[in-house]
């Protein structure tokens, strides 16, 4: 469990895991009550962070332009063509 | 010249003399009308391509060979690489080349004989690449499961760009890269592995994102239509990706080597689109039914060690319980003390009922009544005993008093000392008078002793003697209520007592029990 690293910095994969584990791990049983409440609060803020995440979603099309020199730049894309 | 005619054909005057170039020219000429447009099937012999660009391969087969040439402007359009030994359809105008009286396949398209040679031409090279090892599967990296850029290299128009970018928006919008290339011809090849390679070399904190996921995309077509990803650069590129590649060429049923080395196939663009972003609705609900099963995993292990404290505290007793069975025993103990009190009162009653009957005045009368006759006896006895001795002692005394004076007469006449006399005689004298006084105190002694054997002691049993103030022993009631004060004599002391004059009991709470007036004793002395 990567309690050390602060949920701020998990990408969304990483803490859909951890979210997954911690429920799996309290639906288990096995956790004390404290320890419960403990990774319960771990586990809402995995969550709020996934939703973050997943909250500004926008679709972003560009398309790659090369120039004389080889350098790459992007220019947007209109998605209605 | 005209000795290589048959000579049965004789010379004709009216043949015209051709230059060889008029006849060069004019073959040429004829070669081309009448081959204006040829398909030609052979196998690629020796194949040259010049730094011009052009191409020089013999076509040929078991039989014959024909020089081909390719413009350089064909060959680039050229779907695949020409090799030795590869059996081919080349389709173009024959030509001389006049120079070398030689004649030539000019060749603008060219392509594998058929399917199966396409497919042998694959296998052949699928082998070798495998063999070099860039399909195994430890070179598959996992996708991200969750990009935020998405490298695209494709056509920038026509369907499959549009499908894909479909398909992300409604899965997942995310930000999308489209590298353009050619997916088609000569260039494709190239434009393709330039796309990999250049998505590849962005830097994550470059002007321009580096995709987290790669996905190399082409619609359907012929075998020859894909070929662009069977080439070995293209191959080469997508297994060197550091970035994850999905290759997603053609249809379902079309298979490219690119499929093979690259980290995911999709069998379409569209299937590439689902394979890179999830649904985020889905993801929404994911984490929205985690979220509740989060909540419902911290219920149910607050219950459970709820029930757990309560099991517990079930086997733990009321701590009423705990005082119930002590109370009881407490309860029953003092029912048991009670009555054995009163058991024990009892008995102690029944023995005192027993012996306090016998306890009578009369009892204490008669035994004192003993005492009193054995002092009285005593009494007697021992003035009897007294006068006895001392009228003894005195006839004695004069018996020896007789004879001292005889002796003493004698003695006076013997010595004629009468100083020695005189001193006998006070010596006498004081022996006599030693011996009285000896005798005298324990006369009074045996007094004493009798005193003491007297009311004394019954007075210290806790029995008083009630005086009137003329000192006279008060023996009833009658003369106690006469006897305005009286002195009641205990052990220790005296107290003055009054009667009430109406009758009341005497303030004297003593038992007026029989004792032994003192006039009884009074006799003796």
Known sequence: MGDQTSVENLSFEDALKELETIVEKLEGGDVELEESIKIYERGAALKAHCLGKLKNAQLKVEQIVLNQDGDVSATPVSTES | ?525
């Open chain 2, 1 to 525: 010249m005209s000795d290589f005619f048959p000579s049965d054909r004789p010379a004709s005057a009216n043949l015209p003399e051709l230059s060889v170039s008029e006849l060069a020219g004019s073959i040429k000429r004829t070669i081309e009308t009448t081959y204006d447009r040829v398909r030609v099937r052979g196998e690629l012999g020796r194949v040259t391509i010049a730094k011009s660009g052009h191409m020089y391969a013999d076509l040929k087969d078991d039989k014959a060979v024909i020089n081909t040439i390719m413009w350089k402007g064909s060959v680039s359009r050229l779907p695949f690489r020409p090799e030795e030994g590869l059996e081919v359809v080349a389709e173009g105008k024959l030509s001389t080349y006049p120079g070398r009286s030689n004649y030539q396949l000019i060749a603008d398209t060219m392509n594998p004989a058929g399917a199966g040679a396409l497919m042998a031409l694959l296998e052949e090279r699928k082998k070798k690449l495998a063999a070099e090892g860039l399909f195994e599967t430890s070179r598959k990296q996992p996708l991200p499961y969750f990009p935020k850029v998405i490298g695209v290299v494709t056509s920038p128009t026509g369907a499959v760009i549009r499908d894909i970018l479909h398909r992300i928006s409604d899965r997942f919008p995310v930000h999308v890269l489209v590298w353009p290339a050619l997916v088609q011809g000569d260039r494709a090849a190239q434009q393709i592995t330039a796309g990999i390679e250049g998505f590849n070399a962005l830097t994550p904190d470059g002007p321009v994102p580096r995709p987290d996921v790669i996905i190399v995309a082409r619609g359907g077509g012929s075998i020859e239509d894909l070929w662009p990803f069977n080439e070995e650069i293209v191959v080469r590129a997508a297994a060197a990706s550091q970035i994850p590649l999905i290759s997603a060429v053609g249809h379902e049923t079309d298979t490219t080597l690119i499929d093979y080395a690259s980290d995911r196939r999709a069998p379409t663009p569209t299937g590439a689109a689902e394979i890179a972003v999830p649904v985020r609705s889905e993801l929404v609900q994911t984490v929205t039914a985690y979220g509740e099963r989060l909540m419902r995993g911290l219920t149910q292990t607050s219950r459970r060690s709820e029930r757990e404290l309560t099991a517990v505290a079930a086997r733990l007793p009321r701590p009423t319980a705990l005082l119930e069975s002590r109370q009881q025993r407490f309860d029953y103990a003092e029912g048991r003390l009670t009555q054995s009190l009163q058991a024990a009162l009892l008995k102690k009653r029944s023995m005192f009922d027993q012996t306090g009957p016998r306890l009578r005045p009369k009892t204490l009368e008669t035994s004192l009544r003993v005492l009193d006759d054995r002092v009285s006896q005593a009494s007697r006895r021992l003035t009897a005993g007294l006068t006895r001795q001392a009228t003894l002692g005195e006839s004695r005394l004069a018996t020896v008093s007789k004879r001292l004076s005889l002796r003493g007469d004698a003695l006076l006449r013997e010595t004629k000392d009468t100083g020695e006399v005189q001193q006998a005689a006070d010596r006498m004298a004081r022996a006599f008078d030693r011996q009285a006084t000896r005798l005298e105190d324990r006369l009074s002694r045996a007094g004493n002793m009798l005193e003491a054997l007297s009311y004394q002691a019954t007075l210290k049993r806790g029995y008083a003697v009630v005086k009137s103030a003329d000192g006279q022993l008060v023996r009833d009631a009658a003369s106690a209520r006469a006897a305005q004060r009286m002195t009641v004599q205990f052990a220790d002391g005296d107290v003055d007592v009054t009667t009430q004059a109406d009758g009341a009991p005497p303030a004297a709470p003593k038992p007026k029990k029989a004792v032994p007036p003192k006039g009884a004793q009074g006799s003796l002395f």
